[in-house]
């Protein structure tokens, strides 16, 4: 089986995989220096899009085909549907549960960082901005804003970036914790993408604790699959598969 993705989710699945057994590979994108590694083979870096990983599936005879990516990753999701498609392997998607909006929180539902970078100055003047790299230069334009923008890595020295400074971190954050970077850096606006998971919850809580605007950048839309939310529901699926090909 191959595991796409080195999110905890993906990592949990293989270990859980192969203690039932299973013969795990993991692929990793390769864009984090010193990832935590998941238990079993490793490969990183891309397939060249589809067919590459068409072909990667038949010379390795992959007989199952989880996707585990970051949920904001559709360019692989999509890649792999279609690979998968191709040569007849069963794929499952391992999608973390969105957060939801709860009493309190001040949402502005948005479809993409240029969407979200449009919004922005009409709700603050400073702004905690907790994206990926790659969208970083949407908001480069906005030279009137002031933002902390905290990412794993430094983005590259080509890299387009607001005025501002850089603030590196990777969870688990705490709710106390990211109230008190909030007020410390006089926070206005909050923007994320919903990427789910607890780790990165407490921004969330802090800006509902502090009455603050949270501009939420929706997932993009995914191709049809069989969906579980957690490892536990993935390793189900396997089993069911596995008793299936036996």
């Not at 796409?4 to 192969?18: E, V, Y």
């Not at 998971?197 to 995914?222: F, H, N, Q």
């Amino acid at each position: 089986m191959l595991i796409l993705g080195g999110t905890g989710d993906a990592r949990r699945l293989a270990s859980l995989a192969a203690t039932a057994g299973f013969d795990v590979i993991s692929s990793l994108a390769g864009r984090t220096t010193n990832p935590d590694l998941p238990e079993g083979e490793v490969r990183v870096g891309g397939f060249g899009r589809a067919d590459g990983l068409a072909a990667y599936l038949r010379a390795e005879s992959v007989e199952l085909l989880v996707d585990a990516t970051h949920p904001f990753a559709d360019r692989i999701s999509v890649s792999a549907a279609v690979a998968a498609a191709t040569i007849g392997v069963p794929r499952l998607l391992l999608e973390r549960p969105r957060w939801e909006e709860t009493p309190g929180d001040r949402w502005v539902r948005v479809e993409s960082a240029d969407a979200a970078a449009t919004a922005l100055p009409r709700l603050a003047q400073r702004v905690f901005l907790t994206i990926g790299r790659q969208e970083l230069a949407a908001f480069a334009p906005l030279e009137h804003l002031w933002f902390l923008y905290r990412m794993i890595e430094a983005p590259g020295v080509e890299t387009p970036r607001p005025p501002g400074d850089l603030l590196l971190g990777r969870g688990p954050f705490s709710d106390d914790g990211e109230r008190a970077l909030m007020e410390a850096h006089r926070i206005e606006a909050l923007v994320t993408r919903n990427s789910g998971g607890e780790e990165t919850y407490p921004k969330i809580a802090a800006a509902r604790s502090l009455g603050l605007p949270v501009v939420m950048i929706d997932r993009p839309r995914l191709p049809a699959s069989d969906i579980v939310d957690g490892p536990a529901g993935a390793l189900t699926w396997l089993m069911a598969q596995a008793a299936r090909l036996s």
